[in-house]
């Protein structure tokens, strides 16, 4: 806006220098005589009047507006100038005067201010207007955001089950703030090489969305951890692609967890890794369950080496099917005490009762 102001200055400079010059011609045409001109100072002579018009034109315009290359002392360079006849006074002041209907220059553009967002447009421009439309402030589904998010419709094409994600605590959310490119790709690729097929990288992502927002240099380590256990790269993929949840394990978690398998059922580490590997799920699942059947199981070895030892001390442990008195395995966990005692044992049950006090 200042470069505006300067030139509507500089017009009505040139404006008020134009009239200055001319103010004493229009005062002769319409004072003519004394009578109608008093109390005005007498007019020069003809003969003095052209040069005090001059000198009062040149003395305005070159205060104003005269070109850095003019002589000090006020005189301009062109020798036609010194005596203007009444064309070159007409062309003098027609150079004067400026033009209204100019074009702003075009280094003034710059201070134009921009369009404001409530200009009023045409109809035609208003119908050349794209709107894209909006989003959904608030959904349930994220099949909603599907057609807005570039990395919901890559990942529908990988395969993925967005109505199965949204069930899952804050997947849906993880996943509208995810960008495909910069984090979802260097993790597609990871999986890729630990083992997962490409046909189900889909579903593993359905069941475990929440490995997108891992680290990956976290997730390398894990993998490294498995490895020093002597786990292959196969049996790895095997593991990872059986429980989609083991990589989101820290290093300390998976450690108790094999160690829990090792110690509480006193497996050897060969013993240990192959149940990981046939029930991988053992890693990632509760373990209250587990001790509740451990502890059934421990309970049933108990009660089977018992049984065993009373049926050895009376000479009745007889196990081959091809022999007479064949005892099966069923008869020998499942039958209750009494049963047990006087069908198989062929003793009563306080002599089982005083055997088991001998032990």
Known sequence: MASWARQVSRWCCLLQSARAAEFPGRLSGHCSSTQACRGFTPLPSRNDFLPWRWQAYRRV?????????????????????TLPSPVKQEQAKAETLPDLNAKIPYEDWDDIPPSSALEEISEEEAVQIIAEPLLPLQSSTLRDYVD?????????????????????????????????????????????????????????????????????????????????KKFGKAEIAQMVSRAPYLLLFSVERLDNRLGFFKNELGLSVKKTKDLVLRLPRL?????????????????????????????TFLGRAQYDPAQPSYISLDQLVSLPDEVFCTEIAKASIQDFEKFLKTL
Do not use: W
Request: hydrophobic share 35%; glycine share 6%.
């Open 61 to 81: 315009c070159v205060g104003s507006c005269s070109p850095s290359g003019s002589a000090k002392d006020g005189s301009f360079s062109s020798p036609e100038s």
């Open 148 to 228: 807005h998010s570039e990395t919901l419709a890559k990942l529908v094409h990988l395969g993925v089950d967005l109505s199965q994600v949204e069930k899952r605590q804050k997947a849906g959310q993880l996943l509208l703030t995810l960008d495909f490119e910069k984090d979802i790709r260097k993790i597609l690729l990871f999986l890729k090489d630990v083992g997962v097929e490409d046909n189900q990288l889909g579903p593993f992502l359905t069941k475990n969305p929440y490995i997108l927002a891992e680290d990956l240099e976290t997730l390398e380590t894990r993998v490294a951890y498995l490895k020093s």
């Open 283 to 311: 890693l990632t699942g509760k373990l209250e369950p587990v001790k509740e059947n451990l502890q059934v199981f421990n309970s049933k070895l108990l009660r089977i080496k018992e049984r065993h030892m009373f049926l």
